[in-house]
């Protein structure tokens, strides 16, 4: 168990995806990402190993939801600066998570 204080310091924001791209370093197949959270945080790099149901042409216009106060984390040639959240689908395949309704870029969970 965690206190709600805990949950608090876990930053997770909306952002939109403005590019996408093969990632075929990667060792396990994946997709860079560059993730827009607006005017306060800017553009961030991930990586997300989200092949099996996504395509890096149909990503950019996307809002996801990441984690926006992790330290960087090298990934291969890539510094990965937030971690885009999705859960696993029956397969362990990586489903993105997403709001379902037009939310402001930026905007932190609660």
Sequence with gaps: MISF?????????VGVITRAEPFPEARKPAIRLWVDFGA?????KSSAQIVKHY???????RKVLAVV???????GPVMSEVLV?????EEGEVVLLT???????G????
Excluded: S
């Design 5 to 13: 204080d805990d949950f608090l310091k876990v930053d997770i924001r």
């Design 40 to 44: 306060e945080l800017g553009e961030k």
């Design 55 to 61: 395509d890096p042409a149909t990503l950019p216009g």
């Design 69 to 75: 106060n992790f330290p960087p984390r090298q990934i």
């Design 85 to 89: 959240l999705g859960v696993p689908d």
């Design 99 to 105: 709001p379902d309704l037009d939310v402001p870029v």
């Design 107 to 110: 905007g932190r969970m609660y």
